[in-house]
Each structure stands twice: as C-alpha cells, then as structure tokens.
C-alpha cells in the first residue's frame, strides 16, 4: 500500500473520530433525522476523500499527459457524485438539509487540517530522496569521467 492510501485511510480514520461526537450533539439536540443527515454528509465526503488516493495512485503513470487527463477525468466524476449524492435527497426531501452539507462541509475542512500536513511530510520526503538521488548519480558521473581520463 503506497504512502498516500496509508494517509487516506489515516485521515479518514481521524475524521471519523472528529465527527461521532458531533453527530451525537446532534441526535441529542435535533433528532435522529438530522444525526443521520450529518453522517450521510461525512459519508459522502469520505468517499470523495478515498477517491482522491485512488486518482493520485492513477496519476503516477509513464505519461504526465494521461496523467493529467485521468486527474480531470477523476476531478469532474468526484464532482459529479458530490452533487448527485448531496442533491438528489436534498431535492427530494429526504433528510435536513444543513447537516448533510455540514457533514460533507467538515470533511474537507477536517481533511485540509488533517491531511496536509501529512502530505506535505511524503512530499517533503519525496523531494529530498529525489534531490539525494540526483546527487549520487552526479558523484558517479565524476567517477566514471575520472576513470575515463
């Protein structure tokens, strides 16, 4: 499992736990209908959320072009689900409608608080095994030329 679904699922965990408390402060307060709601909410974000590991495992293939395609491809359907998912009960009444957005509204805020700095740590990481990688393949250039000579 590459480094970005072990982030996922640990954001995903985090957000979980950040948001049963909320959901019982809701069922406690408004009812099990909004409680519901808001975890219909969470849900749909979390699905969106693992999505997003699943577009960026799509992303590292041979060609940046296909990459970036895959990415849009991923970017508009995660979208689409996001509107379909929180629009259709929306629409037909279903549930509270405020605390379904509310729910997938704390996911992506939970998700920036959670996630990045994570991100940032296997980027970071990447970026320097890269720059490490560059700098012994430069050593043994200055070898191979010095054993040329």
Same mark, same amino acid.
């Given at each position: 499992?590459?480094?970005?679904?072990?982030?996922?699922?640990?954001?995903?965990?985090?957000?979980?736990?950040?948001?049963?408390?909320?959901?019982?402060?809701?069922?406690?307060?408004?009812?099990?209908?909004?409680?519901?709601?808001?975890?219909?909410?969470?849900?749909? *974000?979390?699905?969106? &959320?693992?999505?997003? !590991? @699943?577009? =960026?495992?799509?992303?590292? #293939?041979?060609?940046?072009? +296909?990459? %970036?395609?895959?990415?849009?491809?991923?970017?508009? *359907?995660?979208?689409? &689900?996001?509107?379909? !998912? @929180?629009? =259709?009960?929306?629409?037909? #009444?279903l549930?509270?409608? +405020?605390? %379904?957005?509310?729910?997938?509204?704390?996911?992506?805020?939970?998700?920036?608080i959670?996630?990045?700095?994570?991100?940032?740590?296997?980027s970071?990481?990447?970026?320097?095994?890269?720059?490490?990688?560059?700098?012994?393949?430069?050593?043994?250039?200055?070898?191979?030329?010095?054993?040329?000579?």
């Amino acid at each position: 499992m590459g480094a970005h679904w072990r982030l996922a699922f640990r954001c995903a965990l985090w957000i979980v736990a950040l948001m049963i408390p909320v959901a019982v402060l809701l069922l406690c307060l408004y009812g099990a209908a909004h409680a519901e709601a808001f975890a219909y909410g969470v849900g749909t *974000g979390l699905v969106s &959320l693992i999505s997003t !590991a @699943l577009t =960026v495992s799509l992303l590292w #293939g041979r060609s940046m072009t +296909l990459g %970036m395609i895959v990415g849009a491809i991923s970017f508009a *359907g995660r979208c689409g &689900l996001a509107a379909g !998912a @929180l629009g =259709v009960p929306a629409y037909l #009444g279903l549930w509270p409608v +405020l605390p %379904m957005l509310g729910g997938f509204a704390g996911v992506y805020l939970a998700e920036n608080i959670v996630l990045m700095p994570g991100a940032l740590k296997i980027s970071h990481a990447n970026i320097r095994r890269g720059a490490e990688q560059a700098r012994r393949e430069a050593a043994r250039e200055r070898v191979e030329r010095r054993a040329e000579a």
